[in-house]
């Protein structure tokens, strides 16, 4: 960097009304015997008159980097209920699959104790696929929440019958609270399925 270069920067820093970074000696005493420099001051100091009286428009952008803010934000609070919802729809899947599993031999083979009938496998499996269906599609979840929680609030009852009769295996207790989980976690994935369908629809 030349002299020139140097001073053009303390003039420009002048002008801007910043430290021009030299004293106010060495600028002038420079221009005094620079006719380039001077050149380029009366330049400079005309663009600076001129941009002061003809300042440039800048938009505001406020409104738009709100909305974009908020568009960030909504699209996290989305991610986070997808990931939720496809968390619940592992769950409820895999419990369908697991009442399958337990009720499909009992069908075929008959099973043991006053519980697990045929009737009741075939019930199972009904329902088993009930609950597939919700986690295969979660809009649907609703419509077997009603039927969950008759059925989680009767084997309640039932197994009250059974405490009392003293016919109570904790085999059964697990299987009731099983399918207390099971409505559990149907209401909640059709829930999150309420909430996000206006959006939904919109998109
Ligand atoms: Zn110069």
Redesign the pocket.
């Known amino acids: 960097m030349n ?2 270069d140097a ?1 053009r920067i303390g003039l420009s820093a002048r002008l801007d009304g910043e430290d021009p970074g030299t004293s106010v000696d060495t600028l002038d005493h ?1 221009l005094s015997g ?1 006719a ?2 001077r050149g380029w001051l009366a330049g400079a100091e005309r663009v600076t008159r001129q941009a002061r009286a003809h300042p440039v428009a800048v938009p505001d952008l406020t409104l738009s980097i709100l909305a974009a803010v908020n568009a960030d934000r909504r699209q996290r609070v989305d991610d986070a209920a997808r990931n939720r919802r496809q968390i619940l729809r592992i769950a409820v899947g895999v419990a369908a699959f697991v009442q399958l599993a337990l009720a499909v031999p009992v069908l075929f083979n008959g099973g043991v104790g006053p519980h697990a009938t045929r009737e009741m496998a075939s019930f199972d499996i009904a329902l088993a696929v009930g609950f597939a269906l919700a986690a295969w599609r979660p809009e649907r979840a609703r419509a077997f929440v009603p039927v969950a929680f008759v059925l989680a609030a009767c084997l309640t009852l039932t197994s009250g019958f059974d405490i009392a009769s003293a016919e109570v295996q904790l085999r059964h207790e697990a299987g009731h609270i099983a399918a207390l989980v099971q409505a559990g976690l149907l209401w909640a994935l059709g829930r999150g399925t309420v909430l996000r369908s206006p959006r939904t629809v919109a998109a």
């Open positions: 002299d020139c001073i420079h620079c380039e420099c």
